[in-house]
């Protein structure tokens, strides 16, 4: 079982760009989840994904978008970049009930210049 | 409002010496608390799930409880390997489908 997978590992964007990071999820799992990390900071939840549906969303601004695909793999879509963004992005996998234990990947390094 | 709490920020323990770190929560209904160990640069992985106050649980040198207020992991002699970031997340309140997590405790075991 390769777990929960992400792509790329590390990034570099300029200002005002776009970037699309991926997920796969564990085998199994039908739900996938965003978080962003600051330096030093615990996870902050961006949104859920399930059944090809958001969920649920915290709290970010428009600019951050998703999608879940048939196979319940996920992408995380970023506008117009801001240095702020610049951040660990990850992606956790679950099963089931909203109690159920989530697996995350190893995260993206994104930076902003 | 929802909170959760992680103390202490900091922690260097010898290899050996005993330690808990705390996880202490105010929220309107806990669903289910969960301890995730994270290496620099690395997503965080799954340690414990804890339910209800007095459940506890052990995987090797370590040890979850949970009580109404807080939730603590006891390290039983650690290891330099031990040495990570652990983090404590929560679903706070019934029809919230996401973790809440705290700022976590870097934890470092001298040899």
């Known amino acids: 079982d390769a777990g929960v997978t992400q792509s790329p590992t590390h990034l570099i964007k300029t200002r005002g760009q776009q970037v699309t990071l991926r997920c796969s999820p564990k085998s199994g799992h039908d739900t996938v989840s965003w978080y962003q990390q600051a330096l030093g900071q615990g996870p902050q939840f961006i949104f859920q994904?399930?059944?090809?549906?958001?969920?649920q969303r915290g709290n970010f601004p428009d600019r951050f978008s998703g999608h879940q695909f048939p196979n319940y793999s996920s992408e995380l879509n970023v506008n117009a970049l801001l240095l702020g963004d610049s951040a660990l992005y990850l992606c956790?996998?679950?099963?089931?009930?909203?109690?159920?234990?989530?697996?995350f990947g190893q995260g993206t390094r994104l930076t902003v210049v | 409002e929802d909170q959760v709490t992680q103390s202490p920020e900091a922690l260097r323990l010898q290899e050996g010496e005993s330690s808990s770190l705390n996880c202490s929560y105010t929220?309107?209904?806990?669903?289910?608390l969960f301890w995730y160990r994270q290496d620099p640069g690395k997503g965080p992985e799954f340690l414990f799930t804890?339910?209800?106050a007095g459940e506890e649980k052990e995987k090797e040198r370590l040890k979850a409880t949970l009580t109404k207020k807080e939730s603590f992991l006891h390290i039983t002699a650690p290891k330099p390997e031990d040495s990570a970031t652990y983090l404590c997340?929560?679903?706070?309140?019934?029809?919230?489908?996401?973790?809440?997590f705290g700022t976590g405790t870097r934890l470092t075991v001298i040899p």
């Open positions: 929220v309107s209904g806990l669903r289910g």
């Open positions: 804890l339910y209800s």
């Open positions: 956790a996998s679950s099963y089931g009930t909203p109690r159920a234990e989530a697996f």
């Open positions: 997340a929560l679903y706070p309140k019934t029809g919230a489908n996401n973790l809440f």
């Open positions: 994904y399930y059944e090809e549906e958001e969920r």
